[in-house]
């Protein structure tokens, strides 16, 4: 079983910056990507960024440019940086990790989620 530890997040003023982070932890043999989704009332989930095991980024067209996200010096760490946010980055943000366990079993784990209100 592979769990998500989620932070950060809360409300923010458009224009302000937020920061999240998740680590991954338990039957980890391979993680093949970590990163966060967003989904908003009303709307279906979506990506906002994550790293894939090789370093590569991967960014939701709304946040490039805005969010940046970074591998931590935690194992099995990522830190997304949001800036310039905007009200429509009103959702809640879910961490997802994909791979394998070590049992060889694939995994695909989401965390609780946190809100982020982008409010003046």
């Known amino acids: 079983q592979v769990e998500l530890a989620e932070s950060g997040g809360g409300l923010v003023q458009p224009g302000g910056s937020l920061s999240l982070s998740c680590t991954a932890s338990?039957?980890?043999?391979?993680?093949?990507?970590l990163g966060w989704y967003r989904q908003a009332p009303g709307k279906e989930r979506e990506l906002v960024a994550r790293?894939?095991?090789?370093?590569?980024?991967e960014y939701g067209d709304s946040v490039k440019g805005r969010f940046t996200i970074s591998r931590g010096d935690i194992q099995n760490t990522v830190y997304l940086q949001m800036n310039s946010l905007k009200p429509e980055d009103t959702a809640v943000y879910y961490c997802?990790?994909?791979?394998?366990?070590?049992?060889?079993?694939?995994?695909?784990?989401w965390g609780q989620g946190t809100q982020v209100t982008v409010s003046s």
């Open positions: 790293i894939l095991n090789v370093g590569t980024t």
């Open positions: 997802n990790a994909l791979g394998y366990d070590n049992n060889y079993r694939p995994y695909d784990s």
């Open positions: 338990g039957s980890i043999f391979m993680l093949n990507a």
